[in-house]
């Protein structure tokens, strides 16, 4: 493929056609031994986000105090349940992302969104640093009309603090959370069972202001 192919998401008419049977994967957070399938405790709400490779990503977040569980997988895209290779080819449309079940007694989708924004470079395309394809780029992907409307709010605010360090136009995308499909087993919590494993993500360094995402 080339490398103008990898920056495209492709057309239904040319996605692989996947499968109807979902990735077998070990059900059990391999760091906090929780769940990784629903459903979850009712003090908990969903998030899901792509920024780069989904190996760093989950690790920023299974980090954050106030998280449940996390999982890796494929979204935003066409082909129902593709494997690893299949969404690396660019002829799924899917993007590397996180799925965050977040304890809403003890933090909230705006503190997520802080480490979203920080923990990567939203205004590079399909890319994340060296990591170059359709399944890198940025994503917010939201389960309810308030999700999306604070998503909205802390994309402007952050864009000012980003113009004012020098950087460009985020060209994250924020839509309405479609399928999640599991990525292989040896895929969740990657960088824990291999701490020395490769990690593409590195932020911009400007700070998503404390408040922004009230008083924008």
């Known amino acids: 493929m080339s490398y103008a192919a990898k920056l495209r998401i492709p057309r239904p008419e ?11 994967i070990n059900d059990r957070h391999f760091v906090n031994g ?15 986000f792509g920024l780069g490779c989904f190996w760093g990503a989950e690790r920023k977040f299974w980090r954050h105090a106030g ?31 996180v799925l965050a079940v977040y304890d809403t007694r003890t933090t909230s ?9 920080e923990s990567h470079d939203p ?3 399909m890319r994340q640093g060296n990591d ?15 999700q999306a409307q604070q998503a909205e709010v802390s994309r402007q605010a952050f864009q000012k603090a980003l113009v004012a360090a020098g950087y460009g136009t985020i060209t994250t ?31 911009t ?11 924008a």
């Not at 170059?132 to 308030?146: A, K, P």
């Open 173 to 203: 995308e924020i839509l309405p959370a479609g399928p999640f499909y599991y990525a292989e087993d040896y895929h969740q919590q990657y960088l824990a069972k291999v701490p020395n494993g490769y990690c593409g993500l590195g932020g």
């Open 123 to 125: 205004t590079q395309g």
């Open 34 to 48: 929780r769940p990784l399938r629903g459903p979850f405790p009712d003090f908990c709400a969903t998030a899901m």
């Open 67 to 97: 998280i449940f569980t996390t999982a890796v997988g494929y979204s935003a895209g066409i082909t129902p349940n593709a494997t690893y290779q299949e969404v690396c080819s660019g002829l799924t449309g899917h993007n590397e992302v």
């Open 109 to 117: 989708f705006a503190d997520l969104l802080k480490v979203f924004w």
């Open 14 to 24: 040319e996605a692989l056609p996947g499968r109807q049977t979902a990735m077998p």
């Open 205 to 215: 360094g400007v700070t998503c202001p404390v408040g922004v995402l009230t008083t």
């Open 132 to 146: 170059v394809g359709t399944q890198y780029r940025s994503g917010i992907y939201t389960f309810n009309d308030e």
